[in-house]
């Protein structure tokens, strides 16, 4: 029989029962879904805000929330000189669609990779970054629903930590250049979600009210877009 290791149950029990708030991320722990206490430290990138300094190599981190209990996919880049190091992890999540065949041996676990860019790929990476408006000054005051469909990249970068967003539907995401990128060196097999269509998209990027907590509903939470990172959090049962 299929047992869930007791640490990830907990942490699945808390992601139902508990308010998301501030432990601090420091490292990968598992899959993003039995992560909720340190999810927010995680997007907002406070480990490499502690780390980032003059002296600290050039890093990334660009995550993809896809309605988070049902796809999300991190991408950890690290500047290694001659190219850079890229840790992967696409979480399938804990809610599956109707009529989908589900093997529950997938259920909490994520998929995972390591893979190494050259130099000229890393280039490429950071040019369509620029290109896509990652290190324009972010757009302060946006809201991100666990729900919806974003993009939330970070890093330090020449000694300074950034962070911004784009959110779908937007002009913003209409302009991402560095997703392509990331499909074509994908190893993990799985596929990106389509996204949903504008209108849908609007109603995912807020927090129903009056619902209840459960496994095919969790709590759903918002984070802000501030000029020096992510503000705050708000839940909703």
Known sequence: MFRVPDRATTCLALLLVTMIAGCAYQGPTGN????QLIWISYISGDDIRAQCSDRAPDSYRLI????????????????VREGAVVEQMVDRGVVFESGRSVDIRQIGVPVQDRFVLSAAEFAELEALLRASGAFDPPPVG????????????SGCRDGRFFLTAFLHPS?????????????????????????????RARGMNRCPRGQASNANNAR??????GEDGLVGTRTVD
């Open 32 to 35: 993003v879904i039995s992560q």
């Open 64 to 79: 993809y929330n896809a309605d988070r209990t049902r796809h999300a996919r991190t991408y950890d880049i690290l500047d």
């Open 142 to 153: 946006l809201r991100l629903a666990s729900r919806g469909f974003y993009w939330i990249v």
């Open 171 to 199: 002009e913003r995401f209409e302009r991402i250049r560095f997703a392509s990128f990331l499909e074509d060196h994908d190893r993990t097999g799985v596929r990106f979600p389509i996204l949903p269509q504008p209108g």
């Open 220 to 225: 759903c939470f918002w984070v802000e877009v």
